[in-house]
Every structure is written in structure tokens, then in C-alpha cells.
């Protein structure tokens, strides 16, 4: 029988269109969807490794070759290290998924660790591993693993691997051991039960490898371990061992592996009232002349034995001893941090420690701070470090937020010298020190630390260099230093879009990026590819990123540093992001993205001359439903013109009026190129949206200070009535959803407007007036300050204040909300007090409110076990649905469930 041809076409067709029909995404879909994360290049080019990445399942590590088609998978690989030639990989795996799931049954479970041989493709698993170090070299793999805990035994055990050979050399008890990148030596120390304690070398190239003592003791500890390959010394402490093998009395010491003499630089009694703690922070500077390390108060010693004192008939009474037990926490008004703040912060403060440098040519002790004064930062420079000293403003920080004193400190001498009071944003020390470059209220200062004069580097130029943007009740803050010239020459920083140069010497300027940044709306950034690089040099090529504040875009160009001439090498609608570079070769690696483009990884050069494609997950987003990103400008009541982007399903019909899922925070423009990476947690998936034929909305905000409500309100409106005009939007079938700072926003719009057909709102403020007290448990921080300063924009204290305290609680209109209202909050939320959610729920429920309130035992602000995650994403999508497509109501929307013991979780 023949075929007519024309039908023969249509056949192809339909077939090639029905294999290739995308499908909507569901919410197993989302939870098998791979997420590419820690793209790396190794040193010398030749291979690409990164993670797939599932939010249900193991992932997968993965080791592709740039010179072959050779691609090496590892289930639950999680990091890797490899040798110099990269001949070896050594990669740290997770738990089996499975096996987390079920800790009951697999209780014991610890990571493994793979080693694979890139040449021959020999691989090997080696269980149980805690840590591993593998040797540049190629030639050893040291690894550590964990004791039986009914062997009762002190430190772990500590193999050496020769991988050619495969033998292996244990060694037990070790508590901390270090190899130098070379593969030449091993350092390690040992710690045992009613033992002699000791510091071991070994020479990895003599014959059998033998042990050499550094040091031993039956009563001492030796801890971190430091080698510095460069003089071929190790430093380290040795302290006095208490019972829990805490250390008291450390010494710091230092070893010459060439000479093999040993000497004490630091300890007790160099310097008086103060020890050297076992949590410190020892290392070497890059020229090998001086060290640094920390001391600390005796009066801060945290070590003391507790007290184990039996209650006797002759103590019963003592008063004193039951005093002892007084479970109290003394809030004083002169208190600088208020408990919650000491509490939540005490295992970061308890270890803090008070910077001085050892210098090994002078052989003297510089202490660079006391116990008075903190925040003395690390510097690798022979010449000045700075500190910030928060301690005068405190007390401050419970309402205003964060401020310090800058001071400058010689490193040769220790003198301190202050350069500036209250300010709020971070310094820059110049790279060899010799300059502080600061912001403080709408300028850029340089300080010169030799001769304590200041210029103010922006005097004479109109440009602002303050983020114009800012719309907090504060000071606005800069666009940041975005590198330095010829050591410390030239300083570079960035004003909305372009870049400039000043002189640190005379703070004479030059508008290095010639004005093309303002001339686009390109907002231009330095990328700094080698990251050994302090400074550029003044002949430099560079690498710079170009984000269009309109355009939404982002592109990377090289610019000329001798003449600001500006290439732009990448083009279209995406963002194109740079993520790292080979440190022998030219190679470098760039993700590319878009709203329905998957940020695959791309290889090129330092030129970015050509782009080839090295993976491809954009497969997984062909398969679904997935839509295109739209910008939209709208004008709001207030006059403002802002932007937003909507987008719109895949089969979107023009002329036919779609449900709008608004989903807002402050400024969501700027994710019209984002990839959504589908996720199931306390945000909608946008693709499980847009493949139920919701067209989704993501409109800026402009807050103004004391409306912070209204600001949102006016801004959400004006671009769903844009949306409307467009003849996109069904207005009555437009619903919104916000978390935490948008929760709020979104709680306090229905309490004003009857615009929405449905709201979810997640975790909201409901009563500012309450909120104002409240107490942020993650960080113990009073929420004070981010309602006179910071988020919550109400620019006044509560008393000052109080009208639009009121004025932007919800619960003070709830007898006008009209609007069916889900409300969800963690009940261990450690931002917003849950009580929050509740305050909302009665006051709604008193007015006989369609409010239904989600309560999720044991969750934080945002939810974290799956299991609440995926019940959150399902009762949104079933609310949304219902109150815009309709059908039948689920069960737990029209009568709730009763409590019977335990949760009640019917649908």
C-alpha cells in the first residue's frame, strides 16, 4: 500500500512532536531534579569536578576530563583532593540517603572515602574515614579513622598510604597530624591513657618511613600543628593536660626540621595576667618573619573542674552549697549585650582570643590588643593591621545596629593610633598596609597609617558614591573597593556603575571605566581570577562582570586598566557568571543562565575568546512545562516608576486572562534571568506554577520610612493592574504569597484590600507594637534596631513612633480582612516569634475571619525537614487552586481536624 507523501510528513510530525511534549513538573519531580553546585577546575586544566546535587536522594560527584570524553562518577561524593598531575583523586563521601532516613537501624554509619586512579581507573573504597589529607605529589594518602567507642581509646588512628604499593603504616592514638603539600614529611601527635604523650615526624622519603620524636610528655598535649613548608619549621602547643583533655599553661614552640633545635617563643609567663589557649588561631605569614597568635585574660579561663561536691547530712543546710545550684540569668539596664545576645553567642566568645606577632628575626613578643578592647584583624603585611572596636556601642546595638572605632596598630611596635568613631561599614587595608580606606556618611576617606593624615577621596566630584537605592531608615552604605593598583598605589571603587581610581598618596581621581557603566545602566564589577593576587598591576588586563540595572542582564568583559577601554565578550538575555580558574592554565569556567536556562557550566579563556558547552542539565528542564520571564514597568500612586518581570506559561494564549500568582520581598527584578532551581521548602517551585497555567508576577517594592505597609501595597497593585491592562491578568483571580519580611507585607495588604482572591502568608509579623520587644532566638539579638534602622522601616522608636507602629499591625484591622488568609509558622522560628502567627490567628478568629494557621512542631523560620516542607508546598498549591480554579474544597480547608494526642495532619 503506498503512502500519500504529504500524510507521511504529517505523521513525522505529530510523532516528533509527541515525543518531544514537555510535561508539568510535580512535586516528585522537584524533589529528583539535580542541582549543580561547586563547579572547580583543578590546578593544571585537565579536569572539571562538581556536585548533582538532589534535595531527596544521594548525590552525585562528578570528575569530567577537558582533553578526553572520560566522565567519573561517584555516588555520595561529596569533595574531593587530588594529586599535582591529577593521576589521583581522593573524594569524602555522605551517608547513603537511605541509611540517614533509618537511624535506628544504621546508627553506626560513618562516610567512606574513594580513591580513584584517573589513568588505570582503578578504584577503592575505604570505610569509615573522619578526615584525609593526599600528598601534591601523587605519592601518599593520609587518613584517620574513628575508634570503636567500646575500645575506650584516646585520639583516632592514622594510616599512611603509599598508593602505588597499597601498604599502609597505622598509627593509633593520633590527635592531629598535617603533610606537606610536597609529600616529603609527616607530622603527628599522639595522645594516650596513662601514656607517654609525643610530636612525631616522619621523613616520607627515607626507607621504612621510621618515627622521629620531636617531643614527649606524659602529662602535655601537643596541638595545632602547623608546618610551613617555605622555612621548613613547625609550630605548635604544648599545654599542661587537665581531665577531659582540656590543656592549661599552652607554650607555643617552634621546631626547625633542618637544624632539629627546638625553642619556646610564647608562653604563661611571657606576658603577665594572660594565657595562650588551646583554641587559637597560629600561622606563619607568607614571608616566613613573623607569627601570629592569640592570648587571653586569666580571668577568662573557662577550664575549671565543676564542682562534684556530695550532699551529706552535715552540708544538708549550707546554704552556700544550694546557693551553688540557683538556675538565674540577671538582666541589668548596664548590661552591654542582653543575655539572649551572651547566651546565643557564648560558644563564639568563649574562644575568643586577643591577637599578638611573634617576630622570629627580633625574637620579641608585639601584643596588639588586651582584654578591653577587641577586633583586631589578621594581616599579612610587615606593616599595619586595624581594629574595630564595637565595645563603646554595644548597648547601642539593641536599637541602632552595628558600630565601631577604627583604629590603625603597627605591626613593628604595637602603637595604636584612632582614625575614625562610629562607623557602620567594613574598612579596607591596602595590601601592604600602608593605607585604611573607609566609608562614612556618603564619602570614601584614605588614611595614611605611617602619617596619620586623612583625605577625603570624593571631596570634588559630584557622582555619588552611596548606594542610591537604599531606602532603610539609616545612612546608606557604599558600592564597596573593587581592588587596588600597584601594591598600595591606587585604590579602585565602584559608584552605581562605574569604576574609579584614586590615588592613595594625593587622592587625586580617574573615571577608569569612562562613564560606559552610566552610560548603559551597567553596573561594572573587577573579577579577580587568580586568588593569590592582592593587587593588580597597572598594565593589567581584567576580567569585569556588567549587570544591567534595567536590562536585567549580566555579562563579562575584559578591561584595559592603562586605558579603561571596555570589551564586552558575552551576549543576550542571560546572566553570565564567572566561577573559577585553573591556576596553571588559562582555562577558566563560567555558568550562563536564564529564566529557562539551566546554569550549565562553560569552559574558556582569560580572553573569553570562545565558549564551549561542558554540561548539559539543561536537558532536565526540557522534559517540563517550564515558561519565559518578561520585564514589565509600572507606576504607583506615589509616582514611582518601578520594575517587575512576570512569566508566562509555556502555552500561554494571548487575549486569554490568566490566575496571577504574586510572589514579592523588596526588589524581585532582579531575578528575571535566575534560573528557579526547583525546590520544595517555604517558597513556591515557579514551574510547578506556571505548568498549572498560573502566569507568576514578581514586582519591585519602593518602602518609604513609617509606611512600609502602605509602600507595599501601592507597589503590589499598580503591577497587577499593569498586568490587568496587558490583558494577562484575571483580577479576580490574582493571589499573593510572602515569607517572613513579605509574609508581613502580605498579611498587612488583606487587612486594607479586598484586590486578592487568596493570600499565604509565612512566617508575618502581625503586631509591631509586640514584635518591637521581641527577641530574634537565632541570634539573640532585640528587634529593636530593624524597626528603627534596618528592614521593618519604621524610622522610630516606639514610643516616638507609636502611630505607625499601629499603623502597620495587621491585627489592629482584622475585622477588615475580606481575604482568605493561611498563615504558617515554625514553632521554634528563630527570627520572628512564632507567637507572632498566633496573635494574627486570634485576632482573625475573634472577627470570624477565614484564617487557617499551619503550626509546624520543632521548625524553624524556614521549615528544614521534608516532611514539612512538602505538606507546606501541597496545602499552598490546594489553597491557591481552590480559590482560583474552585472545585471542591479539601477537607482540612473546610472543617480543620481536632486534636487527638499527637498532630493532626489529615488532608
Avoid at 589521583?88 to 563521601?93: C, D, S, V
Avoid at 568563649?350 to 622570629?360: C, L, M, N, T
Avoid at 592554565?585 to 561542558?614: A, M
Wanted: with cysteine; aromatic share 14%.
Amino acid at each position: 500500500m503506498k503512502l500519500n507523501k504529504r500524510l507521511v510528513i504529517i505523521i513525522l510530525i505529530l510523532a516528533t512532536s509527541i515525543s518531544f511534549a514537555k510535561k508539568a513538573i510535580t512535586f516528585e519531580d522537584i524533589m529528583k531534579f539535580k542541582n549543580l553546585t561547586s563547579p572547580t577546575l583543578t590546578d593544571n586544566g585537565s579536569w572539571l569536578t562538581y556536585r548533582l546535587d538532589k534535595q531527596r536522594g544521594n548525590n552525585i560527584y562528578v570528575i569530567q576530563s577537558l582533553e578526553s570524553d572520560k566522565k567519573i562518577e561517584v555516588e555520595k561524593g561529596s569533595y574531593s583532593l587530588y594529586s599535582q598531575d591529577t593521576k589521583w583523586f581522593a573524594i569524602k563521601t555522605d551517608v547513603d540517603v537511605i541509611k540517614q532516613l533509618n537511624p535506628e537501624k544504621y546508627k553506626d554509619e560513618k562516610p567512606d572515602l574513594v580513591l580513584i586512579n584517573t589513568l588505570t581507573d582503578y578504584r577503592k573504597t575505604i570505610e569509615d574515614v573522619s578526615s584525609f589529607k593526599l600528598t601534591k605529589n601523587g605519592k601518599w594518602l593520609a587518613y584517620t579513622i574513628d575508634y570503636d567507642k567500646k575500645d575506650k581509646l584516646k585520639g583516632k588512628k592514622l594510616l599512611l598510604r603509599h598508593l602505588q604499593s597499597e601498604t599502609e603504616i597505622p598509627i593509633d592514638n593520633v590527635i592531629e597530624f598535617t603533610l606537606d603539600s610536597l609529600g616529603n614529611n609527616l607530622f603527628y601527635s599522639t595522645i594516650i591513657d596513662k601514656g607517654i604523650n609525643g610530636l612525631y615526624t616522619r621523613n616520607l622519603n627515607e626507607e621504612f618511613i621510621p618515627e622521629l620524636k620531636i617531643e614527649s610528655d606524659s602529662n602535655s598535649k601537643f596541638t595545632n600543628l602547623s608546618w610551613d613548608e617555605t622555612s621548613s619549621k613547625l609550630i605548635y602547643l604544648k599545654g599542661k593536660l587537665l581531665k577531659d583533655d582540656k590543656t592549661k599553661d599552652n607554650s607555643i614552640n617552634l621546631y626547625d626540621f633542618v637544624s632539629k633545635s627546638l625553642v619556646t617563643i610564647a608562653d604563661t609567663s611571657s606576658r603577665s595576667g594572660y594565657y595562650i589557649p588551646e583554641i587559637n588561631e597560629i600561622r606563619f605569614t607568607e614571608d616566613d618573619k613573623r607569627i601570629w597568635f592569640g592570648y587571653k585574660p586569666l580571668g577568662e579561663w573557662n577550664g575549671d573542674e565543676k564542682d562534684t561536691t556530695e550532699i551529706t547530712e552535715t552540708n544538708l543546710y549550707d546554704t552556700d552549697l544550694i546557693l551553688d545550684k540557683t538556675q538565674l540569668y540577671l538582666w541589668h539596664p548596664n548590661d552591654p549585650e542582653i543575655i539572649p545576645f551572651q547566651q546565643t553567642n557564648w560558644d563564639k566568645t568563649k574562644d575568643e582570643f586577643y591577637y599578638s606577632i611573634y617576630d622570629i628575626n627580633n625574637k620579641n613578643i608585639i601584643y596588639l590588643t588586651d582584654s578591653i578592647s577587641t577586633g583586631v584583624r589578621y594581616s599579612d603585611n610587615p606593616n599595619f593591621t586595624i581594629q574595630l572596636n564595637n565595645v563603646p556601642y554595644k548597648k547601642q546595638m539593641t536599637y541602632s545596629g552595628w558600630y565601631y572605632d577604627l583604629y590603625s596598630i603597627s605591626i613593628k611596635n604595637g602603637k595604636k593610633h584612632l582614625i575614625e568613631k562610629n562607623l557602620e561599614e567594613s574598612p579596607n587595608l591596602s595590601p601592604e598596609g600602608l593605607y585604611t580606606v573607609y566609608f562614612k556618611e556618603k564619602n570614601w576617606y584614605s588614611y595614611n597609617n605611617e602619617t596619620q593624615k586623612t583625605l577625603v577621596l570624593n571631596e570634588n566630584l559630584s557622582i555619588p558614591f552611596y548606594d542610591v537605592l537604599d531606602d532603610h531608615p539609616k545612612e546608606p552604605g557604599s558600592y564597596g573597593v573593587k581592588g587596588w593598583i600597584g601594591k598600595d598605589q591606587k585604590v579602585l571603587i565602584g559608584d552605581q556603575f562605574d569604576i574609579w581610581q584614586f590615588d592613595l598618596s594625593d587622592g587625586s581621581s580617574r573615571l577608569l571605566t569612562k562613564g560606559i557603566g552610566r552610560k548603559n545602566e551597567n553596573s561594572i564589577n573587577i573579577i579577580n581570577t587568580d586568588r593569590n593576587k592582592k593587587w593588580f598591576d597597572s598594565s593589567d588586563r581584567v576580567l569585569v562582570s556588567l549587570y544591567g540595572i534595567k536590562s536585567k542582564q549580566q555579562h563579562i568583559g575584559v578591561l584595559d586598566l592603562i586605558t579603561g577601554e571596555l570589551d564586552i565578550r558575552t551576549y543576550g538575555d542571560y546572566l553570565y557568571s564567572y566561577k573559577g580558574k585553573s591556576e596553571n592554565s588559562d582555562k577558566i569556567i563560567i555558568t550562563k543562565e536564564g529564566f529557562n536556562t539551566y546554569p550549565d557550566v562553560w569552559l574558556t579563556n582569560s580572553n573569553i575568546s570562545n565558549l564551549e558547552r561542558l554540561t548539559n542539565e539543561q536537558l532536565q528542564v526540557d522534559e517540563f512545562l517550564w515558561g519565559t520571564s518578561h520585564l514589565v514597568d509600572f507606576v504607583t500612586e506615589f509616582g514611582d516608576t518601578l520594575q517587575g518581570y512576570y512569566a508566562l506559561p509555556d502555552n500561554y494564549e494571548k487575549g486569554k486572562k490568566y490566575p496571577v500568582f504574586v510572589y514579592f520581598y523588596e526588589r524581585f527584578s532582579d531575578r528575571k534571568n535566575e534560573f528557579n532551581m526547583p525546590k520544595i521548602n517555604h517558597r513556591p517551585p515557579y514551574s510547578l506554577y506556571l505548568g498549572s497555567e498560573y502566569v507568576m508576577f514578581f514586582p519591585d517594592v519602593k518602602f518609604y520610612d513609617g509606611d512600609p505597609g502602605k509602600s507595599a501595597e501601592v507597589a503590589l497593585i499598580a503591577g497587577c493592574d499593569k498586568l490587568v491592562e496587558m490583558g494577562i491578568a484575571d483580577p479576580k483571580r490574582i493571589v499573593m504569597h510572602g515569607h517572613s519580611w513579605s509574609g508581613y507585607e502580605s498579611a498587612w495588604i488583606v487587612t486594607q484590600t479586598d484586590y486578592f482572591a487568596a493570600c499565604v502568608s509565612g512566617a508575618p509579623v502581625s503586631n509591631m507594637t509586640s514584635a518591637y520587644s521581641g527577641i530574634r532566638l537565632g541570634s539573640g539579638l532585640a528587634r529593636q534596631f530593624q524597626y528603627e534602622k534596618e528592614q521593618s522601616r519604621i524610622g522610630g522608636n516606639i514610643i516616638d513612633s507609636l502611630d505607625s507602629y499601629i499603623r502597620n499591625s495587621p491585627i489592629f484591622f482584622a475585622d477588615k480582612m475580606n481575604t482568605p488568609l493561611l498563615v504558617m509558622f515554625g514553632d521554634i522560628d528563630e527570627a520572628v516569634p512564632w507567637q507572632q502567627g498566633i496573635e494574627l490567628y486570634l485576632a482573625m478568629r475573634r472577627f470570624d475571619k477565614n484564617c487557617i494557621f499551619l503550626q509546624y512542631e520543632g521548625e524553624p523560620h524556614h521549615p528544614k525537614k521534608i516532611q514539612n516542607q512538602l505538606d507546606y508546598s501541597i496545602r499552598m498549591k490546594q489553597f491557591m487552586d481552590y480559590y482560583v480554579f474552585g472545585g471542591d474544597m479539601p477537607k482540612w480547608m473546610m472543617d480543620g481536624f481536632r486534636f487527638k494526642g499527637k498532630y493532626n495532619i489529615g488532608r
